[in-house]
């Protein structure tokens, strides 16, 4: 069974739609993240909840908005696409909340497999 | 500010040679250090994570040290395969919640 799982893999659109990208953890997690990997190939926190609340928001234009349903589930819709949003972003959960022992290795992310999105 | 360095950017050798990539942060007040390994068109997965008490840990031919007083990681790789061709990540945790990734090391590993 995967531990994270993105949907979909590959997304290609063009500018100015709306998109959502879905994020399901069954690792029992309570931290879910979403992280966008630019060309570069450097990782940057977009987002964190923890038990279905907001936590980090990382300076994200407000057309990206996260949902958690409950804390197996965190989505990434997407408004208004722009160019500069291709990129591959990875969902990640981690069994850290705020008060775990921090040398406990419980902020260890486990990363879904990433969902590639191409804006034309 | 909290910052990971990671060198070389980008590393060829010939497959069963060994390499050490290092990991420089300023990341206070420090939590722990762990090291992912991200396979082309994957997701990282985790490698090792060390504590501020920790000087070395292995897993299987990866070996990583911590010297908590420079601030210095490194992640020795012992008889290189074709499978190891990976960026390599570096990241730190504070001891205020923050994660802090490093740039990656991409690894190339040539037969």
């Known amino acids: 069974d995967t531990a994270v799982s993105q949907t979909p893999k590959y997304l290609v659109t063009q500018m100015g739609n709306d998109k959502s990208i879905k994020c399901e953890q069954n690792?029992?997690?309570?931290?879910m993240y979403w992280y966008k990997q630019d060309s570069k190939k450097f990782l940057k926190i977009m987002f964190s909840y923890n038990n279905k609340e907001l936590i980090i928001n990382e300076t994200v234009p407000n057309r990206f908005s996260p949902k958690s349903p409950d804390k197996a589930h965190l989505n990434l819709h997407i408004n208004s696409l722009e160019l500069g949003d291709s990129a591959v972003y990875f969902c990640?959960?981690?069994?850290?909340?705020?008060?775990?022992?921090?040398?406990?290795?419980?902020?260890?992310?486990?990363f879904g497999a990433g969902s590639r999105l191409t804006v034309l | 500010k909290n910052q990971v360095e990671q060198s070389p950017q980008s590393l060829i050798i010939l497959e069963g040679k060994n390499c050490t990539l290092q990991?420089?942060?300023?990341?206070?007040?420090?939590?722990?250090l762990r090291w992912y390994k991200q396979d082309t068109g994957r997701g990282p997965v985790s490698l090792t994570i060390?504590?501020?008490?920790?000087n070395t840990k292995s897993n299987g031919r990866y070996t990583a040290t911590l010297d908590a007083d420079t601030k210095q990681s490194s992640l020795h790789i012992t008889a290189s395969q074709l499978s190891d061709s990976a960026s390599y990540i570096c990241v730190v945790s504070a001891r205020d919640d923050k994660i802090i990734f490093g740039k990656g090391t991409r690894l190339h590993i040539l037969p």
């Open positions: 990991c420089n942060y300023t990341v206070s007040p420090f939590s722990n």
């Open positions: 060390m504590t501020f008490s920790e």
């Open positions: 690792l029992g997690h309570d931290t």
């Open positions: 990640a959960s981690s069994r850290w909340s705020p008060g775990t022992d921090y040398d406990s290795g419980a902020n260890v992310l486990t």
